[in-house]
């Protein structure tokens, strides 16, 4: 099976598990209750996701300042944008799911190990060194993301400035 189809599959899934455990909240309690529930949810949830992704952002501004690069706070940023669209969704399992993953250490575990999932995938090879040495991306003999950059080193002007020759 393809991921297109498994991703269908699970979407849908994951919609009939929603809509049951709905139905079944609803019999148990009543439909306001409900709905209040799903609202509140949704409600405070877009409020931590809106302050996490505030502090991710000067994560990565904050990175960046010290010259690194910002993977695992990009990666946990987009986790932010997951996130937030599970929290529009109305149910408990994508707000279970939503809430947990807003844990910061479970966010930052999950992009860290997104991280090193892409990093074995993407081969990085300086131009020349691997085939036509044209600029673009390619797959290496081992299957691996080859992405070919045409370049040249520089250094930082005394004044902090890159400036290309």
Known sequence: MGFVARFFLLVFVLTMSEFYLLMFVAQHTSLLLTVLLSVLTGVLGGMLVRAQGLRCLRDIQRAMAAGEIPANEIVSGLILVVIGT?????GFITDTL???MLVPPIRLWTANRLVGY???????????SFGTGASGFRRSPDGGVVIDV????????????????
Do not use: Q
């Open 86 to 90: 599970l929290l529009l969704t109305p």
């Open 98 to 100: 939503a809430f947990t």
């Open 150 to 165: 045409e370049g040249e080193d520089v250094a930082p002007s005394p004044n902090g400035r890159i400036d290309s020759p």
């Open 118 to 128: 892409f990093k074995k995938r993407v081969v990085l090879h300086k131009s020349g």
